[in-house]
């Protein structure tokens, strides 16, 4: 069955860093589109990096440009997002999502935060 499972949030001082991972495991991961969200209470899920299955191509959201970096392993079936230069604005639960590439694209599944596998979630709480 397909999951992802995602790991390594905390807290963190504005400023610092951060990496998550998602463990992808009951599907091929080049077939498939692999998207980063997160949602802070009383907002609205965010798109915040979706990377596209075999040529890579990233979208990110306007608010991390610069700042986060996804990333994929197939040969591991992971999938990576590097966060620097955290801000508080950042504190959220972030999810993996995992959607068929056939049926969407990198940009098409950040913007419309629709996915057809989603994880628990991990916390990330950027507080001095």
């Known amino acids: 069955q397909v999951q992802v499972v995602e790991s390594g949030g905390g807290l963190v001082q504005p400023g610092g860093s951060l990496r998550l991972s998602c463990a992808a495991s009951?599907?091929?991961?080049?077939?498939?589109?692999i998207g980063w969200f997160r949602q802070a209470p009383g907002k609205e899920r965010e798109g915040v990096s979706c990377?596209?299955?075999?040529?890579?191509?990233?979208y990110y959201a306007d608010s991390v440009k610069g700042r986060f970096t996804a990333s994929r392993d197939s040969a591991q079936n992971m999938v990576y997002l590097q966060m620097n230069s955290l801000k508080p604005e950042d504190t959220a639960v972030y999810y993996c999502?995992?959607?068929?590439?056939?049926?969407?694209?990198?940009?098409?599944?950040?913007?419309?935060?629709?996915?057809?596998?989603w994880g628990q979630g991990t916390q990330v709480t950027v507080s001095s």
């Open positions: 999502a995992a959607q068929r590439a056939e049926i969407t694209t990198a940009q098409a599944m950040c913007v419309s935060t629709r996915a057809g596998y």
């Open positions: 009951g599907f091929f991961l080049d077939d498939y589109v």
């Open positions: 990377i596209s299955s075999r040529d890579h191509r990233t």
